[in-house]
């Protein structure tokens, strides 16, 4: 199993970016994919999850109605798309494999680091 979030950079506070997730190893329509964040000095954060079926479950009240996730199964790619971004929002992002959005992370992929600064 291996997912690699990729996209990752500077962008200025109000800016979008979108972050891909490469999936292999697996196959990605039997699973949920989630996104989580580790920003400096701070706990690792879930933030949302989109089933096998494509139902979003968000965990973070912070990132509702700015983040949204999607995915392509046929070219095993999740994406993690990120609007009104604040600088609070910097972290490292992770994708990550679930069974299911209500259950328990089991694979977790390479992280990609996000600045949000002016």
């Known amino acids: 199993v291996q997912l690699q979030a990729s996209g990752g950079g500077l962008v200025q506070p109000g800016g979008s970016l979108r972050l891909p997730c490469a999936a292999s190893?697996?196959?990605?329509?039997?699973?949920?994919i989630g996104w989580s964040r580790q920003a400096p000095g701070k706990e690792r954060e879930g933030l949302l999850c989109?089933?096998?079926?494509?139902?979003?479950?968000y965990y973070a009240g912070s990132v509702k109605g700015r983040f949204t996730v999607s995915r392509e199964n046929a070219k095993r790619m999740v994406y993690l798309q990120m609007n009104t971004l604040k600088p609070e929002d910097t972290a490292i992002y992770y994708c990550?494999?679930?069974?299911?959005?209500?259950?328990?992370?089991?694979?977790w992929g390479q992280g990609t680091l996000v600045t949000v600064s002016s």
């Open positions: 190893g697996f196959t990605l329509d039997d699973v949920a």
């Open positions: 989109i089933s096998n079926t494509g139902r979003i479950t």
């Open positions: 990550n494999l679930r069974w299911h959005c209500h259950r328990p992370v089991q694979n």
